[in-house]
């Protein structure tokens, strides 16, 4: 959509007549807000044409006129962390938003585990009680998709306070309630998680266009879109509430979504939850996402790093901070070597970890195997957090998990040799290292005695393996893996063959 067609269509969305319009802004700009500090922060609104509008806050103030289809924008002057200030917008008519912070915003994005309530945590009653945060500031984005892009959100900042922290992202609330604590400055945490979400559906339609390796998946969903009526939702809807009242019987059926507003359809979560908020100045983004994409990790390996580009450059400020939590373990401990879908999507995401500005947070090990929405979000809101602080904030703290180096293999014995180790690598819980299994050329995988050698180096084998070549850790949906660094991070589950996973077949079929 080119210039001309977005300021017409946010007129239109902003409610702006070419009669007699009233400066507006969109809802997101609200009392409470907060705004990045040390940035030059974008304000924006609709007008008349040609009306004169200034911004002013703090002794600053800034003009412009709003150009012939009604769009205006300034930025402001940097400002460090305070407030409360006011902010005004005046053309013909005045807008005054109160109690407007300066601090560091960052932004909560992906599906049911970014989403997750703090109500639904390890001691909810405890932290909503000492949610006493006023200077930690909340804004969550409505549940919805859409199939063509949106120009506002119906969300206006809050304080947090035990009133509303409970409904809000638990891992952004531990995040930025660290943050806070830690940096004394307010905190602005924007959250547009969205449960059960694909990846696709938060890249920009044009984005998986241009990339030219989507056409299929693309293409199936137009063809879905364009027979999906409102008949079909009630057919659909009419089939399966009769499958319910018949006990469930015959062939399974899931409950029956409109894809036209929906979480899984290419582009709509970004169309509805974030093109609205695009140039709101922000810091930074927290992700966690990954299980509605399971079996499809080769793709992710493509089409993650497409989503953090693309935000970054749609956002205009430059590769900023993109730091998320990996699919924890999910279903039963293995009993033998497995193939993992869970084990692959994990290595997907550390692939990404090549992009400038990245960092994940490791949690495998804070899975449920029955539950998975892991209630212990404060552990890993915790490891996500160290990475803003060390690298953000230039705090002297550990962030990253100890990931594989090197192999060298030397008779029946593979010793492995791991990079950000702190002090040393120590088995939690027993002395046993476990986690570790093996193969030669054969591809075939056995449990593997592990026994650390240094502070940063593991030596495996198994006794039936005579000529070992491949080594992986932590390689299961729900690993029984222990080795930790010293700092309490649980080593990053690695492979170090690089045989053709069930993804690859499972999407080699599929295409």
Same mark, same amino acid.
């Given at each position: 959509?080119n210039?001309?067609?977005?300021?017409?269509?946010?007129? /239109?969305?902003?409610?702006?007549?070419?009669?007699?319009?009233?400066v507006?802004?969109p809802?997101?700009?609200?009392d409470h807000?907060?705004?990045?500090?040390?940035?030059?922060?974008?304000?924006w609104?609709? =007008?008349?044409?040609?009306?004169?509008?200034?911004?002013?806050?703090?002794?600053?103030?800034?003009?412009?006129?709003?150009?012939?289809?009604? &769009? !205006?924008?300034?930025?402001?002057?940097k400002?460090k962390?305070?407030?409360?200030?006011k902010?005004i917008?005046?053309?013909?008519?005045?807008?005054?938003?109160?109690?407007?912070?300066?601090?560091?915003?960052w932004?909560?994005?992906?599906?049911?585990?970014?989403?997750?309530?703090?109500g639904?945590?390890?001691?909810?009653?405890l932290?909503?009680?000492?949610?006493?945060?006023?200077?930690?500031?909340l804004?969550?984005?409505?549940?919805?998709?859409?199939?063509?892009?949106?120009?506002?959100l119906?969300?206006?900042w809050?304080?947090?306070?035990?009133?509303?922290?409970?409904?809000?992202?638990?891992?952004?609330?531990?995040?930025?309630?660290?943050?806070?604590? /830690?940096?004394?400055?307010?905190?602005?945490?924007i959250?547009?998680? !969205?449960?059960?979400?694909?990846?696709?559906?938060?890249?920009?339609r044009?984005?998986?266009d241009?990339?030219?390796?989507?056409?299929?998946?693309?293409?199936?969903?137009?063809?879905?879109?364009?027979n999906?009526?409102?008949k079909?939702?009630?057919?659909?809807?009419? =089939?399966?509430?009769?499958?319910?009242?018949s006990g469930?019987?015959?062939?399974?059926?899931?409950?029956?979504?409109?894809?036209?507003?929906?979480?899984?359809?290419p582009?709509?979560?970004?169309?509805?939850?974030?093109h609205?908020?695009?140039?709101?100045g922000?810091?930074?983004?927290?992700w966690c996402?990954?299980?509605?994409?399971?079996?499809?990790?080769?793709?992710?390996?493509?089409?993650?790093?497409?989503?953090?580009?693309?935000?970054?450059?749609? !956002?205009?400020?430059?590769?900023?901070?993109? &730091?998320?939590?990996?699919?924890?373990?999910?279903?039963?401990k293995?009993?033998?070597?497995e193939?993992?879908?869970?084990a692959?999507?994990?290595?997907?995401?550390?692939?990404?970890?090549k992009?400038?500005n990245?960092?994940?947070a490791v949690?495998?090990?804070?899975?449920?195997?029955?539950?998975?929405?892991?209630k212990?979000k404060q552990?890993s809101?915790?490891?996500?957090?160290?990475?803003?602080l060390?690298?953000?904030?230039?705090y002297?703290?550990? =962030?990253?998990?100890p990931?594989?180096?090197?192999?060298k293999v030397?008779?029946n #014995?593979?010793?492995i040799?791991?990079?950000?180790?702190s002090?040393?690598?120590?088995a939690?819980? /027993?002395?046993?290292?476990?986690?570790?299994?093996?193969?030669?050329?054969?591809?075939?995988?056995?449990?593997? #005695?592990?026994?650390?050698?240094? #502070?940063? #180096?593991?030596?495996?084998? =198994?006794?039936?393996?005579?000529?070992?070549?491949?080594v992986?850790?932590a390689?299961?949906?729900?690993?029984d893996?222990?080795?930790?660094?010293?700092t309490?991070?649980?080593?990053?589950?690695?492979?170090?063959d690089?045989w053709?996973?069930?993804?690859?077949?499972?999407?080699?079929?599929?295409?």
């Amino acid at each position: 959509m080119n210039y001309i067609k977005i300021v017409q269509v946010l007129v /239109v969305v902003l409610g702006i007549t070419t009669v007699k319009a009233e400066v507006v802004l969109p809802k997101f700009f609200s009392d409470h807000m907060v705004l990045q500090r040390n940035n030059n922060n974008p304000i924006w609104g609709t =007008a008349q044409k040609g009306e004169k509008i200034m911004v002013s806050i703090a002794g600053q103030s800034h003009q412009t006129k709003a150009d012939k289809n009604g &769009y !205006w924008k300034i930025r402001l002057d940097k400002m460090k962390a305070g407030g409360p200030y006011k902010l005004i917008v005046q053309g013909d008519n005045k807008i005054e938003l109160n109690d407007v912070l300066i601090g560091e915003v960052w932004l909560c994005s992906g599906q049911s585990n970014m989403g997750w309530k703090v109500g639904g945590t390890t001691y909810a009653d405890l932290e909503i009680a000492s949610a006493n945060y006023p200077n930690i500031r909340l804004l969550k984005a409505p549940l919805q998709g859409s199939l063509t892009k949106q120009y506002d959100l119906d969300a206006q900042w809050e304080k947090c306070s035990p009133e509303n922290v409970g409904s809000f992202s638990a891992n952004g609330y531990f995040f930025g309630r660290r943050l806070h604590q /830690v940096l004394g400055v307010p905190i602005g945490l924007i959250n547009v998680a !969205w449960g059960a979400s694909a990846l696709e559906t938060w890249i920009p339609r044009e984005a998986m266009d241009a990339a030219g390796t989507y056409t299929e998946m693309l293409s199936q969903w137009d063809e879905r879109m364009s027979n999906f009526t409102d008949k079909t939702l009630k057919k659909e809807t009419k =089939a399966y509430e009769v499958w319910v009242k018949s006990g469930k019987k015959g062939k399974n059926m899931s409950p029956v979504r409109d894809h036209r507003i929906g979480q899984n359809t290419p582009a709509n979560g970004f169309n509805y939850m974030v093109h609205p908020i695009l140039g709101y100045g922000i810091k930074g983004a927290i992700w966690c996402q990954g299980e509605t994409n399971l079996g499809r990790s080769y793709q992710y390996r493509r089409m993650f790093p497409l989503l953090i580009n693309t935000w970054r450059e749609l !956002w205009g400020q430059g590769d900023f901070s993109f &730091y998320w939590i990996q699919v924890a373990g999910m279903k039963t401990k293995p009993t033998a070597p497995e193939q993992s879908y869970w084990a692959e999507m994990r290595e997907a995401q550390t692939m990404t970890l090549k992009l400038p500005n990245t960092a994940e947070a490791v949690v495998y090990d804070l899975g449920e195997g029955n539950n998975i929405h892991f209630k212990d979000k404060q552990s890993s809101a915790n490891r996500l957090v160290l990475h803003a602080l060390s690298k953000d904030y230039n705090y002297k703290i550990k =962030a990253n998990s100890p990931s594989y180096e090197s192999m060298k293999v030397k008779g029946n #014995k593979i010793t492995i040799t791991f990079k950000d180790v702190s002090s040393k690598l120590y088995a939690f819980d /027993v002395s046993t290292v476990k986690g570790f299994t093996i193969a030669g050329k054969d591809q075939k995988f056995v449990f593997a #005695k592990a026994k650390i050698i240094g #502070k940063n #180096k593991v030596e495996v084998f =198994a006794n039936e393996i005579e000529n070992p070549v491949a080594v992986r850790f932590a390689w299961a949906n729900n690993p029984d893996a222990n080795l930790y660094d010293k700092t309490n991070l649980p080593v990053t589950a690695f492979r170090t063959d690089n045989w053709h996973g069930i993804s690859y077949q499972k999407e080699k079929a599929n295409r």
